[in-house]
């Protein structure tokens, strides 16, 4: 009884800490992956860098907008219309919607 | 919470990990071999995520130089402990560093083999070791000879060794590249050191040239790299492709000879970079297949021949991406997801994934490549083919912009890595 339940406990608390409330699992699930691959150069935590700017905490409409913005090349904008072209508005709206949400 | 905890057993119960995990008293333990690109995220990010989990972490190096940036170290940009950074700092949330050099694995034990015979084992292993040469593919070559004719293509004291002969090298000299074979870690990396070798010439020792002889017949970036040096080092630098003879087949350490089998040339200062594959240590544990390269999954890129052993970065062969340190950051967050899935009893979901590679081509002149892949059934996937990098005639403001990105892309990554 003993191992087992010190094992559950484990898990539990490992479960928790990844994914949250189970309820929210599947809502935040497929932002939280999709921005994995943006925090190698905004950041973990989205705080961004130097240069780069940071996208935790931003206003989600307000990022949604532009991002939809950033797909198409402009006057001083560098990569960002070549990674965004390939991403469909569902999940611009995860990443903007899991941006949002994490701490600034 | 009853309804959570109540699915959530089920699903650990539906697992292939569950029943070894079962059996443990405490915390699952991975181990992981390699604190670099690839092993120093997967370290990180798995203790961030779940700070219970025992996380092991073996690298034989008390600082790591990292491969990035260190071309600018040959530019003269900036000194080599711009590209250093102290293994203490993996010891952050509580990873256990081992310091130590390993000497073999055992895939199915999950266990590292450490050069003084003891045995880390886990219950999941991820190995992130990197490359190795093949010395003998180029007569002459060794690792010995690799002290007069530099490849500088593992970090660290190679650069400097071929920094230093750069510099004491007199103006009017001739500095050979030689570049393998694909595929090999950082396929634009060569070109961007022709480029920052070149930025320091020019500046020092205008009458010097490169040779650059090349296996290659076309390269990453290549109409963007030759744009640049057009603009910025007319007449300094001479490649000759593949298919005109330009692989170094032998070379002779002692005289700076250096032979592509059709012509000979004698070199003041000679990069040659031998022809890779994944760490020797993966190959001797037949983890590569007999393909010099270890096939993995592309989800979580576990090893396709060992449950529980997973194999990140430059080692493995992850479909279309690039052996760069973008991809094996990226890949190690995807794997870290993937480990405590499977440890909760979940499937996880394929998502897609980034590589940005910037290069210099001098230090106001950045360009990139830009990717997006998707996790398909069989491999990672390339999902644009077209517009992929920089535009040509795209201006000193916004090769300014890149290069800045650059750096604060270097300094984001390595501060999150070992900071
Ligand atoms: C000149 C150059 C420039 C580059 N520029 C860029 C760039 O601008 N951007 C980019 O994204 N990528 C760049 N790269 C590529 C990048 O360096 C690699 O793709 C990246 O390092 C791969 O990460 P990894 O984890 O597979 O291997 P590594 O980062 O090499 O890490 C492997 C680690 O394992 C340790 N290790 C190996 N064997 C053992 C053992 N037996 N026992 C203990 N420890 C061991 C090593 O000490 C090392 O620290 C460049 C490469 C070169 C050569």
Redesign the interface.
Known sequence: MQ??S???Q??????F???G???QVQAQ??GA??A?????????NGG?????PPLAGRDKSELLEQMRALKE?HE?V??MP??L???DDD?LKALAGHFARMEP | MT???R???SG?LAAPFAPS??H?????RVVILGGGFGGGTLAR?LK??????SVTLIERESVVYTCPFSNGVLGGMWALDRVGFSTDGLRADGIELIRSDAAAIEPERKTVVLADGSRISGDVLVLAPGIDFKWSAIEGMSPEAAELLPHAWKAGRQTQILRDQLTAMDDGGLVVVSIPAPPFRCPPGPYERISLIAHYLMHHKPASKILVLDAQDSFSKQPLFEEAWEALYPGMIERVPGSASGAVVAVDAATRRISTGFDDVTADVANVIPPQTAARILIDAGLDEGLGWCPVEPLGFESRLVKDVYILGDAALQGDMPKSG?SA??QA??CA?SI?AR??GRAV?P????N?CYSLAAPDYGF?V???FIQGPEKVTL??AE??I??LAAGA??HA??A??A???Y???TS?IFG
């Not at chain 1, 994995?36 to 973990?44: K, N, R």
């Not at chain 1, 961004?48 to 780069?52: Q, Y």
């Not at chain 2, 443990?24 to 699952?28: G, Y």
Request: hydrophobic share 50%; glycine share 6%.
């Open positions: 191992p087992k010190l094992h559950f484990f898990l539990t608390m490992l479960a800490a990844f994914f409330q189970a309820g699930d497929a992956q999709l994995m691959a943006c925090g190698s150069c905004h950041g973990l961004g860098g130097e240069t780069i090349p001083g560098t990569i070549r990674i072209r390939a991403y999940e | 309804i959570a905890r699915s959530f057993v650990l995990l079962l443990a008293r405490t915390a699952p990010a961030r995520a779940a700070p219970t989990l973008f950051n990226v967050k995807a997801a405590l440890l909760e979901n998502t897609k994934l980034i940005v990139s830009a990717d997006v999902l644009q517009g992929r920089t535009a403001q916004a912009a890149e800045a990105h750096k604060s892309w300094d984001t990554i999150e």
